[in-house]
């Protein structure tokens, strides 16, 4: 099948493209070919060139300095960075232009747009996601850090964990708990605190590829002011879930970065002359057809945000299915390797979490990439968690007993 494109979304590739050959050095490979301090300059540069052009968030409404773009012309936009391996703009910032942007546009008051997006979209602020605790993951209802107003502001008790970057962030978004007395998706508010204040403290936790991507944030009588509240209080659980729509959708516009990971997989399969293997084979052809259907569950969801119509519950799908996916190529991959991805050695990706387009990995390389893919089915929501909602709202099947958070993802139409 070869999909078409209208005329527009057809126009709006020739600006893309003449925009990537104009803003992008002179022999670009991408940034895995770029050497440690030069990535760091270069990802700050590319930033800079994407806001000055509108094309760091370009979902969002012009009024608000965003791109102002179709779903149709951000799919556009998606293939043509990744086929000249340009780092997309929710490289650069998750938390802030690809989490807490989209919420507000939805749900945040006309203050707290007008304040909050442009800080986001020039990089004068960045943001963590304040959700998980230890007792609190995919039950995330029954979170207990509280927050109380006194004196005009929330005074903010309990403790996050597993909260990417808040060492690089200075605002983060946070569920409390406002209302103990209410039922457990009920009494909670989406609060904006600031984290430069000496009532928070952030803890490093290490990961398994041995770096600091994620913390522990402990909240001693923390404050921010009263205004600073999304949705009313004691109403931030659908808020919460509007955020967690958006992040399961990320994934749609994976199709080229996954394509072009299997090729250099297959590349490397011919190489070691595996590629007659029947085996390996059989689960490259595996690998092929879940990255094709990966690519029109994603043009069938920028059709219906096209036409105006919610991504629907099928955006689980795409969540199970591009993260359970990456986790089986790259297990492929390192069984193609064999014994040399026990020794791992050279060139390392730049971001391990997603492929570096066009990369020449090393076995380093291939086995960060390994490591990175294993906990995308886990964060935004576990693959089981998925399955019930692909369980019971695209298959329809009987409800399963349940509390907290699922129930109330169900119930606002994950
Ligand atoms: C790399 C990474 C980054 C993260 N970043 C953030 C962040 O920035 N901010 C933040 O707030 N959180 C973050 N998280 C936390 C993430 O949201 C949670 O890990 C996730 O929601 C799962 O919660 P948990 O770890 O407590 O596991 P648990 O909820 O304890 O789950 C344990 C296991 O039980 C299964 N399970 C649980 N309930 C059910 C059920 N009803 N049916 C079937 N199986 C079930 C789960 O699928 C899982 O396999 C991050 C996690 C990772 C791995």
């Not at 090393?362 to 968690?385: H, K, N």
Request: aromatic share 8%; charged share 25%; net charge neutral.
């Amino acid at each position: 099948v070869k999909p078409v494109y209208s005329a527009e979304a057809e126009a709006y590739r020739a600006v893309i493209k003449a925009f990537l050959k104009e803003n992008l050095p002179a022999g670009w490979r991408g940034m895995w070919a770029l050497k440690g301090d030069e990535r760091a300059e270069f990802a700050d540069t590319w930033r800079a060139k994407l806001y000055e052009n509108r094309l760091i968030a370009p979902a969002w409404p012009v009024k608000y300095g965003g791109g102002g773009l179709s779903p149709v012309e951000r799919l556009v936009l998606a293939e043509e960075f990744t086929k000249v391996a340009a780092p997309p703009s929710l490289e650069v910032d998750m938390g802030g232009i690809g989490l807490l942007g989209p919420t507000l546009l939805t749900r945040g008051t006309e203050e707290q747009k007008t304040y909050f997006l442009p800080r986001i979209l020039s990089g004068q602020d960045r943001w963590a996601q304040g959700y998980s605790e230890p007792e609190a993951g995919s039950d995330l209802a029954s979170l207990r850090t509280r927050a109380e107003l006194v004196d005009g502001s929330w005074v903010i008790n309990g403790q996050k964990v597993w909260t990417s970057l808040a060492h690089r962030a200075n605002w983060i978004f946070v569920l409390c708990r406002t209302d103990p007395s209410a039922s457990q998706h009920r009494g909670i508010s989406f609060l904006l605190v600031p984290l430069d204040q000496p009532g928070i403290s952030i803890r490093p936790l290490i990961n398994i590829v041995g770096t600091h991507e994620f913390n522990e944030v402990f909240f001693t009588d923390a404050r921010t002011e009263a205004k600073m509240i999304v949705g009313q209080p004691n109403e931030g659980w659908s808020v919460a879930n509007s955020l967690l729509g958006v992040e399961r959708l990320s994934g749609a516009t994976m199709y080229g970065v996954y394509k072009d990971e299997l090729d250099r997989i297959i590349a490397m399969a011919k190489e070691r002359r595996l590629s007659s293997d029947p085996i390996i084979r059989q689960r490259l052809a595996w690998s092929y057809s879940k990255v094709e259907i990966l690519r029109y569950l994603g043009m069938k969801v920028a059709t219906r945000l096209a036409a105006d119509m919610p991504a629907g519950p099928e955006s689980a799908v795409i969540k199970v299915l591009h993260t359970e996916y990456r986790k089986r190529v790259l297990d492929l991959a390192i069984d193609i390797m064999g014994l040399d991805a026990t020794t791992p050695a050279g060139h390392r990706p730049y971001y391990p979490i997603l492929s570096d387009v066009g990369a020449a990995y090393s076995s380093a390389g291939w086995v960060d990439m390994y490591l990175g893919a294993q906990p995308a089915s886990i964060y935004a929501g576990t693959s089981e968690v998925h399955r019930n909602i692909i369980g019971e709202r695209v298959l329809g099947l009987p409800r399963e007993p349940r509390s907290g958070w699922q129930r109330a993802q169900l119930s606002v139409g994950a």
